[in-house]
């Protein structure tokens, strides 16, 4: 069991671009399992790589009592959006409404390089947007409407954790398992 210091908010590692995965061996299979025990002890609903310093495209989740990883993930969104609250490991204690897809097809691979194919919708499709979009450098607040990211900025800037990174540091605030 190994849980990684999540990084928050203003570390550079959250805006790059993540590199896909090639070799599907030993050390991605680590990668995988750390990634499930940070986020189950945060404890989040979705963790992606990059929120543990790793630039690869890979993610978990876990929603609804199921755990879950994908690689390389691939998505096709509905039309049909969907609002709601959401949070991120990544900004302890920040939730806005954000608005998504209502459904996705996630297509990718498990950790052995098997294909997989993931179809979700509300809280499932939320995460799987949420961690792919980690993967390309953008975060919710990116997503959220004009009003919304507003009151979420001036929300980071008074938080206690702003401007302490890129000091890697543990989320100071449980998230109720709500967080991505
Ligand atoms: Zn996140």
Known sequence: MSIKPIRLFGDPVLREKAQPVKDFDKELRILVKDLQDTMMEAPGAGLAAPQIGVGLRVFTYYVDGTLGHLINPDLDLSEDLQDGEEGCLSFPGIYYDTPRALRVVAKG?????????????????RAIQHETDHLDGILFIDRMDRDQRKLALKAIREAEWAGQAPVVKQSPHATFGRAL
């Open 109 to 125: 691979f498990d950790e052995n390089g098997e294909p997989v194919t993931i179809e979700g919708s509300e809280l499932l499709s």
